[in-house]
């Protein structure tokens, strides 16, 4: 049977979707190639999901931990791209290009901190826990 035109139509919006995919993909490569706080912020999420199992959290709290991580490395994201801009309008020393990759840099490190005390907060009593059984061993 030939293919219609109609046809045609959803190949290519198949293939353009897939293309997209394959950009985004890249973009994402680059960023964990590039920063290392993204690589530290994706070990820290294993170790963070070990300790979720391990303690058998509750769905609430892995909500939690979800939400921020996924926060904190969408920003880190949007932080490389913010970089890459100013990189690409600016390649001497300026002071808007200071403050602009240092504001930017402020909302991984604020969204960073809330997440660690989030961290705390999920985990202090299981930590408290294993720091008795340790001692009283
Ligand atoms: N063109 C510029 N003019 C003035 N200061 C700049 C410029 N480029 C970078 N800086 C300063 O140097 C810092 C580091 O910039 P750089 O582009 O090296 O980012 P980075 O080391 O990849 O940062 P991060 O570790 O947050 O990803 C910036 O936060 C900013 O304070």
């Known amino acids: 049977m030939k293919p219609t035109s109609g046809d045609n139509k959803i190949i290519r919006v198949i293939r353009s979707f897939f293309r997209s995919?394959?950009?985004?993909?890249?973009?994402?490569?680059?960023?964990?190639?590039?920063?290392?706080?993204?690589r530290f912020h994706i070990l820290?999420?294993?170790?963070?999901?070990?300790?979720?199992?391990?303690?058998?959290?509750s769905y609430f709290e892995w909500t939690t931990i979800l939400i921020f991580f996924g926060?904190?490395?969408?920003?880190?994201?949007?932080?490389?791209?913010?970089e890459n801009i100013v990189d690409l309008l600016i390649s001497e020393y300026n002071m808007?290009?200071?403050r602009a990759k240092d504001t930017s840099a402020a909302c991984v490190l604020v969204f960073a901190i809330l997440y660690a005390v989030?961290?705390?907060m999920i985990f202090i009593?299981?930590?408290?826990?294993?720091?008795k059984i340790i001692v009283n061993l």
């Open 21 to 38: 995919l394959k950009h985004a993909f890249n973009g994402l490569f680059y960023v964990i190639k590039t920063e290392r706080n993204m």
């Open 44 to 57: 820290l999420g294993i170790i963070v999901f070990a300790f979720g199992i391990k303690f058998d959290i």
């Open 71 to 82: 926060f904190t490395v969408v920003f880190e994201i949007f932080n490389t791209t913010i």
């Open 96 to 98: 808007n290009a200071k």
């Open 118 to 120: 989030a961290l705390c």
């Open 125 to 131: 009593d299981d930590f408290l826990e294993l720091f």
